[in-house]
């Protein structure tokens, strides 16, 4: 392939050569999410939620399923990428879930978001309202699958907050008192979740503090066990609320649950990667901020989850993050990572990806420099010098690069870039793995739509065996080859399927109705199977599926869950990545 003059043109030549029936991100083409019409601009704004099951697989074999013991996914071949904190997130990962609240909206009564700037203090509370003004915050928005019951709120100082009785929830005000409030939310009963209104508050003593705790708990000897009343602990301890627990019990059972056979936990949309703003240290995300969901999570909550189900983290640097940024990040790490875990370092995500603002930045910064040739030369150029150097960074920090994964990121489709990317300055004699991103699937246009919404399941399987996975094998090769010349583990940093419409084809409804179907087939299990093993066959190491729960929409269905406490026997994605990890212990 001729040599690309522009970024953006790498993803569009790379991805149209393969043919239409390979995806945008089986060409390592990234995020291709587009608009997310589940972040609504009012509470009666029209929702994308995370669509029922329809299709059930048979029962998970119990003799595939993994034993118990904390570290026992240190042998797993597989790692996974988690889901952004959004409100309308289903992976639900954290207990509290005002930490998983949209930033707060200036409004009145007559209208949801007025644009007027609200009065927050240096954690994000709202210290005083203005006249007639409302701050609101939504959660559990948009979808239907969470563990219903009384979720109780509790808050400190002084005011009024009001919730928007939708017909998801109800205020028990018998049950509550100042400090204290108690809400009934069931979800079955609408994808509209908690609106939490401040109407008034003490400049003096203003509310602050808020958390929200939903029903049930975890048991005292395993933290990956819901529990309430109906389903008690038995021998893994008592069963405690997570209001008792309060900040004890960060992560949601459930959550952890489903993460806690995975080897590595890739954690690019936990930080907010992609078109950061995050520049300088004091930039970061605190463990003391109101809410999570606008700068991602803070260090110290990725370190703890690492700990807590023995997973190497994987940590992408922001893209302008300076060096001071890079070594308190690394200090903080290094400081306090459980002994024998170690930390993947990346920096940024798919920089060459023209859609993102980091291959825009590493662009100027190339050319700024006068290091390589044209606009792609400048800007892989840029990624491999920047990465060479957050590399040292580290080791600086760490007293050396034992404990580390130095990994250098490149487009599947187009082994040229790796080759590039590890030659420049032979920073791929520094590294300790190269990735890519093997997904499979579709990104079908309007022209090609009109062919795949023929299409049944079976036959998208045929053409997905027939034609796709060759061109997936192919990629894998080509990477594996320049891993080779470096000496460097072929790793995948993202991977899985991605059938999709683009450009208008989204709003195709069959369309979007084969997909579902495609993914929620029980057949699809045996796909990911062979997925799987083509990628071992090929000389593929660790594989990091995106991602472990995500709702699906129009614009993606990367989620091997579509909720956090689907059962296995109804997930076969999630069934088929369970499998290989017991049947596929690391083979290398």
């Known amino acids: 392939m001729a040599r690309p003059m522009l970024m953006r043109t790498i993803f569009a030549v790379v991805c149209l050569s393969a043919g239409s029936v390979v995806a945008a991100r089986a060409c390592g083409g990234g995020s291709s999410r587009g608009p997310d019409s589940r972040h609504p601009s009012s509470p009666n704004a029209e929702l994308s939620s995370a669509a029922t099951t329809s299709s059930r697989t048979s029962p998970p074999n119990k003799s595939l399923e993994p034993p118990r013991g904390t570290r026992w996914n240190r042998r797993s071949a597989l790692g996974t990428n988690l889901a952004s904190f959004t409100e309308w997130s289903t992976e639900i990962p954290l207990v509290d879930q005002f930490k998983l609240s949209r930033r707060w909206t200036s409004g009145t009564e007559e209208e949801f978001d007025d644009q007027r700037p609200l009065d927050v203090d240096q954690h994000g509370w709202v210290r005083r309202l203005k006249p007639r003004q409302i701050a609101r915050s939504l959660m559990l928005w948009g979808i ?16 009024e907050i009001r919730y928007h009785e939708n017909s998801a929830n109800r205020f028990i005000r018998s049950e509550s008192k100042p400090g204290r409030h108690v809400i009934d939310v069931r979800p079955e009963r609408s994808n509209e979740g908690i609106l939490l209104e401040i109407h008034r508050s003490d400049p003096a003593d203003y509310i602050r503090n808020i958390r929200v705790y939903p029903p049930g708990g975890a048991c005292s000897k395993r933290a990956s066990r819901w529990c309430d009343s109906a389903h008690p ?13 309060g900040r004890k019990q960060v992560f949601h059972p459930d959550f952890l649950d ?6 590595v936990l890739r954690f690019m949309d936990f930080m907010n990667t992609n078109d950061s703003a995050v520049a300088h240290w004091s930039d970061r995300p605190k463990v003391t901020d109101a809410t999570w969901t606008p700068r991602g999570a803070p260090i110290e909550i990725m370190v703890e989850l690492a700990n807590l189900v023995s997973a190497d983290p994987w940590f992408t640097m922001p893209h302008q993050a300076d060096d001071d940024y890079i070594e308190r990040f690394a200090r903080e790490v290094r400081s306090s990572l459980r002994p024998g875990l170690r930390a993947w370092i990346e920096y940024s995500n798919e920089v060459w990806n023209g859609q993102f603002a980091q291959a825009q930045y590493s662009v100027e910064q190339g050319q700024r420099l006068g290091i390589g040739e044209g606009d792609v030369g400048a800007g892989l150029s840029f990624y491999a010098r920047r990465s060479s ?3 040292r960074i580290w080791e600086r920090a760490w007293g050396g690069s034992e404990g580390l994964v130095r990994v250098l990121a490149a487009q599947s489709g187009n082994a ?3 080759g590039q990317i590890a030659s420049f300055e032979q920073v791929g004699e520094r590294a300790d793995a190269l990735a890519i991103a093997p997904y499979f699937g579709i990104s079908a246009d309007m022209k090609e739509a009109k062919r795949v919404r023929r299409m049944s399941v ?4 045929s053409e997905t065996r027939s034609k796709i996975f060759p061109e997936v094998a192919r990629q894998i090769r080509t990477n594996k080859e ?3 010349k470096y000496e460097l583990p072929l790793v995948a940093y993202e991977g899985g399927q991605h059938f999709v419409g683009v450009m208008g084809a989204e709003n195709d409804e069959k369309l979007n109705q084969l997909f579902d179907e495609f993914n929620r087939s029980p057949k699809i299990k045996k796909l990911y199977a062979d997925y799987l093993q083509l990628w071992r066959e090929g000389g593929g190491t660790w594989f990091m599926h995106f991602v472990n729960c995500d709702g699906w929409s129009k614009w993606g269905r990367w989620g091997a869950l579509e909720y956090a406490s689907q059962p296995r026997a109804e997930a076969p994605k999630f069934d088929a990545l369970q499998e290989f990890i017991v049947r596929h212990p690391r083979w290398w």
Request: include cysteine; glycine fraction near 10%; hydrophobic fraction near 30%.
């Open 416 to 418: 040229w870039i790796a």
């Open 258 to 263: 489903r993460i806690k056979t995975y080897s």
């Open 233 to 245: 602990c038995g021998s893994e301890g008592q069963c405690q609320s997570f209001e008792e627990l």
């Open 458 to 461: 079976d036959d998208l399987i």
């Open 482 to 484: 320049v891993a080779q």
């Open 389 to 391: 150097e957050m590399f």
């Open 144 to 159: 239907k699958h969470y563990r219903p019951g009384r979720f109780v709120v509790r808050y400190e100082g002084k005011g």
